[in-house]
């Protein structure tokens, strides 16, 4: 290996890391290692070992550097936490994604998108990319704080931006050192965070406010506010733990969604046979009618493509590990403090286990095909004791929102868009996605939300293609995966 390989790699991961990631399974196999600036990072992609760093021997490892970094932002919330405090947090944030809990959340996910699918119009380009982002930022503001979020939007963007500017530098050696230092990035960061705890810390308050009053409020903010813990210590959790763990949900739910429906709409966009299946079935089950959480369970198709969709593109690509010991793998013994990396882009794109992987094909999840695979060959929502907590939250978000869009709208990619895939902490799309709306069904205007008729803020009619530029600065892709 030349001397230069390690700076080599860190050009070549920070320019494309699923072609990296790939590109190292290809060439090495299922045990793959590659040196990137300061970091040794081991690729496991069979899936018996991914079983095991995420699940048998889990205890093995820890998370990594992007998350200790992200602890800036997050401070001690379950994604960046460790250990017993991590699995006291988890008990008490538990109860909010209960089951029951999120049948009652869907109500909220149907209305926002409907507002979303009134709000189009027929011929109009969008950005797809974008009216996720927007339509999953609105819904979990509306199930975590029980708020409106359009006032909030601009700081979060802010503040995710900035935090963007320190995680593209998470493979330079000594990077995290200037995070400290009274740099413009760094100051800005710190404004844009003081801002949304601002926030985080007045909804809090009013919450608590309300309870000494005797009044309950739903949402996800309450639920952990009055959550104890009752196979532990018996106490509940304290503002500071409240701010972190909402921070956490709030930026953890919904880039991941939105960017796998983002890449639901390009697939469907390119193959009108699956998407004439899934508007028969929406037509069949749903009709013109809202859709509630009743209907997951005869929306199999629509999970069938979410599915597919998320084994293509899976938001969180890569998930990272550093090994406390060290690990033998087949081969070769990974050393302590070695960063681990099982990636579901990497595994679920193997031949093994989905022949012919790059073709997207719905019928790969059917309850048979499904059950001749291995366990782990798909996991977009990770496994073990940190597995996604919002998982089925997702899942029903997922299902419900483009049921209810696809019950009115199709769509065509739009002349000149290019498609790439722009994997920095989540899996975005490079250009963004344009699309062309076709409305489905003339004359279904109107019937959703009283009073959003009509109303078009936000849309974006006729978009230019961005340039590599616009594509390259785009916003931060948060929901760190590689850990
Ligand atoms: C398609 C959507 C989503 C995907 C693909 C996804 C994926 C993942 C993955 C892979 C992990 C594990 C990371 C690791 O092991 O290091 C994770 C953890 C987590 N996710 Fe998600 N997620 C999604 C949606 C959501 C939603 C909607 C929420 C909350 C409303 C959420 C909240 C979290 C939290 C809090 C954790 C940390 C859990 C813990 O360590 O205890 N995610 N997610």
Known sequence: MSFLAPLANILRARRDLAGFLLGLQREQGDVARATVGNLRVHLLAHPDQVRDVLVTHQRAFTKGHVLQRAKILLGEGLLTSEGEFHLRQRRLVQPAFHRQRIAAYAQDMVDRAWITADRWWDGETVDMDHEMMQLTLAIVARTLFDADV????????????EALHLFQTVFIPGM???????????????????????????????RRAERARGKERGDLLSMMLSAQDAEGDGGSMTDE?????????????????????????????????????LHDEVDRILGQRRATADDLASLSYTRMVLSESMRLYPPAYAIGRRALEDYPVPGIVIPRGALVVVSPLVTQRDARWFPDPARFDPERWTPEAQAARPKFSYFPFGGGTRMCIGDQFAWTEGMLVLATLAQRWRAELAAGQRVAMRPMITLRARYGMRLVLRERRQGSRGQGIEGSEGWRGGAVSSLPPPSDEQAAAGRLPFHPPIS
């Open 150 to 161: 359009d006032a909030e939007a601009d700081e979060i963007g802010v503040a995710l931006t």
């Open 241 to 277: 733990q409240l701010r972190d763990e909402a921070m956490t949900l709030f930026l953890a739910g919904h880039e991941t969604t939105a960017n796998a429906l983002t890449w639901t709409w390009y697939l469907l966009s390119q193959h009108a046979d699956v998407a004439g299946r």
């Open 176 to 206: 995290h050192l200037l995070d400290r230092l009274p740099l413009p990035h760094t100051r800005r960061f710190a404004r844009a965070r003081g801002r949304l705890d601002a926030t985080i810390y007045r909804l809090i308050a009013e």
